[in-house]
């Protein structure tokens, strides 16, 4: 069955250090592949996409993601991560050829001064 | 204006009440849906509809119903309300990919706040 894992639930950072929430799926070929940001109180913004091409996608609010087939992964980084990027983060699934998208469960990103 | 619009935005009701949350979207989408957000459980598809006379049922949608009264329209009613069905509710919309069925990106409202006492 198709589906999407977020491994870590809860993940805490210093502001100024680096981010990488994982992202697996589960999915026999390539799918389309995104991710969301839901701020406290808010509905769910999108950050990048993957559809094809280049593997390494870049966003908005300085995140990227690196989609590797090998390891079914999608990865969403930052460089240097801003206390406004406290937020909860979903990684979602749209397998090709199919008309709805799967959601992982969720990273909830807190980030101390 | 903002593209999503979902009303009411909180909403309190008792066990066995119906009601209704609606949305609307300036977007011009076909394509429309109504998610619920438990915490720890991620978003879970409740109902999408593709045009007005097209409505499916998602993952998670016993209890629920849908009215797409317009291609901007797209209404959930629950019923008789039961308190397991108190969450946070999202509708979005989205185009397709070329003429597949794929989704493109979807577009979120601001989520409707539900509490069943």
């Known amino acids: 069955a198709q589906s999407v894992t977020q491994p870590d639930i809860h993940i805490t950072v210093s502001e100024g250090a680096s981010l990488e929430l994982r992202c697996n799926y589960s999915?026999?070929?390539?799918?389309?592949l995104f991710w969301y940001v839901q701020s406290p109180g808010q509905g769910l913004q999108l950050l990048l996409k993957y559809f094809s091409g280049d593997t390494l996608v870049q966003g908005i609010k300085g995140f990227e993601a690196e989609f590797k087939r090998s390891q079914s992964s999608f990865n969403l980084r930052k460089p240097s991560v801003h206390w406004s990027d406290a937020a909860e983060y979903f990684c979602?699934?749209?397998?090709?050829?199919?008309?709805?998208?799967?959601f992982g469960t969720g990273t909830r990103l807190q980030v101390f001064p | 204006d903002a593209d999503v619009t979902q009303t009411p935005r909180n909403r309190i009701t008792k066990t066995g009440k119906r009601i209704m949350l609606e949305c609307s979207q300036t977007k011009g989408h076909d394509r429309m849906y109504w998610y619920r957000q438990d915490p720890g459980l991620g978003l879970r598809l409740i109902y999408y509809?593709?045009?007005?006379?097209?409505?499916n049922k998602g993952e998670i949608s016993d209890g629920y119903s849908v009215s797409r009264q317009a291609q901007a329209k797209f209404s959930l009613s629950l019923e008789s309300a039961i308190p397991n069905q108190t969450a946070l509710y999202f509708c979005?919309?989205?185009?397709?990919?070329?003429?597949?069925?794929?989704?493109?990106?979807?577009?979120f409202g601001p989520g409707t706040r539900l509490t069943v006492l």
């Open positions: 509809s593709f045009d007005v006379k097209d409505i």
């Open positions: 979005a919309t989205s185009d397709r990919i070329s003429q597949g069925k794929s989704t493109d990106t979807q577009y």
């Open positions: 999915y026999g070929a390539t799918p389309y």
């Open positions: 979602a699934v749209g397998p090709y050829n199919t008309d709805k998208l799967i």
